[in-house]
């Protein structure tokens, strides 16, 4: 599909990453803006920044990383 990563391994707290649904190991990569509008609950130092999303290459799962 033209346009899309390359789903390639990642590590996530020093352990490689694996999919919990499928337990695949390569995902593709994409930043997703925090959007406060409708999350007043989560008001929190990192909304509006960038989060990690690490999208699993054979079933879809997202795994979601938070800015530090
Ligand atoms: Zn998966």
Redesign the pocket.
């Known amino acids: 599909m033209s346009g899309r990563k390359k789903a390639i391994r990642y590590e996530a707290g020093g352990r490689d990453m694996k ?6 190991e390569e995902f593709w990569k994409r930043k997703t803006l925090m959007n406060t509008k409708g999350l007043t609950f989560w008001e929190l130092d990192w909304l509006n920044k960038e989060a990690d999303n690490y999208v ?6 997202i795994l979601w990383f938070l800015p530090k």
């Open positions: 999919c919990p649904i499928c337990g695949h699993c290459d054979r079933c879809g799962y």
